[in-house]
């Protein structure tokens, strides 16, 4: 096989001592960049504080703890080692202190299921052809179609361009990506969603980073396909931007990245076969990429590997969307892999990883919600300076982060472009708290397990997932923390400024 893309090769001690020179320089760049721009936002918003409220700093630093000690950390932490790692990167192509990408050519297998997707499925199917990479072969499963979506794919399969396999009966995707590997003759299984469509180098992109053979799966930059339809598409590439293009970054870099993107991803066949294939049963991504993890073997991000996927256009389908992916965050990470928490089994970056990601997603948001009600409890009166001293935050880190993902964008120009959203993104923040509390509780409490995205027949099969007495301590544990956190830090600020 051979190492895996933008390895430096070492040449003797001088170059390594550069390689340290200038990893050191680029951590002292990134870290400048963003504690100049956590100072300025701080005096920002202390700054209206003063003006609008009359607050002074101390009393502004005891009300806004909870956002200004566990908000922000997370914004300029993530946001400060990915550019720091993306100025190291450029420093070492621009001396050429990189090694050549290796000869790594397998033959790929890339597998779409579809259901009913006769307006989309031409695209993606055309767009996979076009791909530059030229040893592989485009498997579709219809998984049951009622409209005419064998129908428009026949004529690519009878000309040979494509394998075709029709199911009478709907199953699932999960089921028609298991008839998919089955048919597969491919080393790389690449699932990509009917609705996808792929960039003409992006599977060269992603076999370059599966030439490591530490590399279990790899996960590929989703982008919004129809973001002109709507202000609410417009606000999910602005999120895709933040937590895909910057966030998976980061969770690759620190090696705690849990999700592959169902809309296209990699996986090593071996790795799939060896796990069983896909289990049914929502969020059927998320678990795959733990069954990869379970094997040791790392799941990286790979910005430069495009694909451009469809977004909910309704409020009604985006919160269906919603609810059924943090169900699936709940449900795989802590129900069904649970067990992934036994660091002395699986090993110390599961487990944190694990954490890591429930407290970016549970932690932080009912503490939020803690923290207004401590806020409201103990002065009603500051409710309101509350509410528009966090808009301005939020909007202000909100222009950051998106200024930063644009910069490293390999799409600039459409990406700048939507950075003028910032000041929606905290509404639609606040919007996306909605659909994550509902699922979050109706998954403790075990309400609506199944989910219409697979049919009734499979659920009555499918096995029900528990979650065990030590996941459920610890998953309880971190509710009820999260909750008083806010009591708790605001109290440690007021002592330590009294």
């Not at 791909?131 to 000309?159: C, F, M, W």
Request: hydrophobic content about 45%; charged content about 20%; glycine content about 6%.
């Amino acid at each position: 096989m051979g190492s895996s893309l933008n390895v430096p090769k070492p040449r003797g001690g001088g170059e390594a001592r550069l390689r340290t020179v200038l990893s050191i320089m680029a951590a002292l760049a990134g870290t400048a960049l963003t504690i100049s721009a956590a100072v300025l936002i701080f005096l920002t918003v202390s700054g209206l504080a003063s003006l609008l409220f009359g607050w002074d700093v101390r009393r502004f630093i005891i009300t806004f703890a909870y956002p200004l000690f566990l908000d922000m950390p997370r914004y300029f932490i993530t946001d400060g080692v990915v550019i720091s790692h993306y100025l190291y990167e450029r420093r070492m192509v621009s001396r050429e202190l990189v090694a050549p990408q290796p000869i790594y050519m397998p033959f790929v297998s890339i597998i779409i299921p579809a259901l009913n997707a006769e307006r989309t499925i031409k695209h993606t199917v055309e767009s996979l052809l076009e791909t530059t990479y030229k040893r592989k072969e485009i498997i579709v499963v219809d998984d049951g179609s009622t409209d005419r979506t064998y129908e428009i794919l026949y004529p690519y399969a009878r000309a040979g361009l494509i394998k075709l396999f029709r199911k009478k009966e709907r199953g699932g995707k999960a089921a028609a990506l298991n008839l998919g590997v089955r048919m597969s003759r491919g080393e790389i299984i690449i699932p990509v969603d009917s609705d996808t469509i792929v960039k003409r180098d992006a599977i060269d992109r992603v076999i370059a980073h599966m030439a490591n053979e530490q590399v279990g799966a790899v996960s590929c930059n989703i982008k919004v396909r129809n973001y002109r339809d709507s202000l609410l598409t417009r606000l999910q590439y602005c999120e895709y931007m933040q937590t895909i293009q910057v966030g998976r970054r980061f969770l690759s870099l620190t090696r705690t990245l849990t999700i592959v993107a169902g809309a296209f991803g990699a996986y090593r066949k071996q790795i799939v076969e060896s796990m069983g294939s896909w289990d049914p049963g929502i969020g059927d991504d998320s678990d795959m990429t733990l069954k990869t993890r379970k094997t040791r073997r790392r799941v990286i991000f790979a910005p430069d590997a495009i694909a451009y996927t469809g977004a909910p256009t309704t409020l009604r389908r985006f919160f269906r969307q919603r609810r059924r992916w943090e169900k699936n965050f709940i449900r795989n990470r802590f129900r069904k892999h649970g067990d992934i928490l036994n660091f002395r089994v699986y090993g110390v970056s599961n487990p944190v990883a694990i954490l890591l990601s429930f407290f970016y997603r549970g932690v932080l948001l009912f503490g939020y919600f803690g923290y207004l009600i401590v806020a409201a409890a103990a002065n009603p009166q500051v409710l309101l300076p509350i509410l528009f001293l966090s808009y301005i935050f939020y909007t202000l880190l909100s222009l950051f982060s998106l200024t930063i993902s644009a910069s490293l964008s390999p799409e600039k120009a459409t990406d700048f472009k939507h950075v003028i959203f910032a000041p929606l993104m905290p509404f639609y923040r606040t919007l996306l708290r909605i659909p994550r509390t509902i699922a979050y509780i109706e998954e403790f409490l075990g309400i609506r397990y199944e989910d219409p995205f697979y049919p009734p027949e499979v659920w009555r099969v499918a096995p029900r997932y528990r979650f065990n007495k030590t996941v459920g301590a610890v998953v309880v544990l971190f509710f009820v923390a999260s909750f008083f956190t806010a009591i708790i830090l605001t109290r440690v600020v007021a002592t330590l400024l009294a």
